[in-house]
T-cell receptor, first 114, second 112 residues
């Protein structure tokens, strides 16, 4: 299995509070992604990174920010959490080298915003 | 934009039955196609992939063939087991930054 960890694994917070989720990899892959999983929607991309300090928005980026100061860490921040951000969040990594373009997923973080 | 459509579930089968989960896609260019599986309480695992037309991906008895003419990537297994009970996602990635576009997922339950 790819070396990906996410922390925390579970979190309950209140509306309006800031929340930071961490993704850590030991594979030295260049690309990292944050997705959210909601019933009936599959997974949707929030933000992605293609290198240290290189990030861009995905399809559902409103209300989220990211940072990547080291190859191995990719942080997702909810500046002011809302109930609509209750979800399961998955981090993924990819080498994106030639045909090796699959993504490997972390175990997920279940976030509840009350 | 890119999109993936999976057959609606849930799908319930008896052990040793045949499985087909339909997946069709819309994409520009020549995407790579994937099937991911999610077991209860876990993250997604890559089940199989195909990177060009007519490629067949296979793993753990599951197969899927990249059909460009019908824009399809149906998942098949000849004899399912109780341990195959999970959610299955069809997905594609194009040529940009590697974003995965997912179908909505199909819940498979296999009874003894």
């Amino acid at each position: 299995d790819a070396g990906i960890t996410q922390s925390p694994r579970h979190k309950v917070t209140e509306t309006g509070t800031p929340v930071t989720l961490r993704c850590h990899q030991t594979e030295n892959h260049r690309y990292m992604y944050w997705y959210r999983q909601d019933p009936g929607h599959g997974l949707r991309l929030i933000h992605y990174s293609y290198g240290v300090k290189d990030t861009d928005k995905g399809e559902v980026s409103d209300g989220y920010s990211v940072s990547r100061s080291k190859t191995e860490d990719f942080l997702l921040t909810l500046e002011s959490a809302t109930s609509s951000q209750t979800s399961v969040y998955f981090c993924a990594i990819s080498p994106r080298t030639g045909e090796y373009n699959e993504q490997f997923f972390g175990p997920g973080t279940r976030l509840t915003v009350l | 934009g890119d999109s993936v459509t999976q057959m609606e579930g849930p799908v319930t089968l008896s052990e040793e039955a045949c499985l087909t989960i339909n997946c069709t896609y819309t994409a520009t260019g020549y995407p790579s196609l994937f099937w991911y599986v999610q077991y209860p309480g876990e993250g997604l695992q890559l089940l199989l992939k195909a990177t060009k037309a007519d490629d067949k991906g296979s793993n753990k008895g599951f197969e899927a063939t990249y059909r460009k003419e019908t824009t399809s990537f149906h998942l098949e297994k000849g004899s399912v087991q109780v341990s195959d009970s999970a959610v299955y996602f069809c997905a594609l990635t194009g040529t940009s930054y590697g974003k995965l576009t997912f179908g909505q997922g199909t819940i498979l339950t296999v009874h003894p």
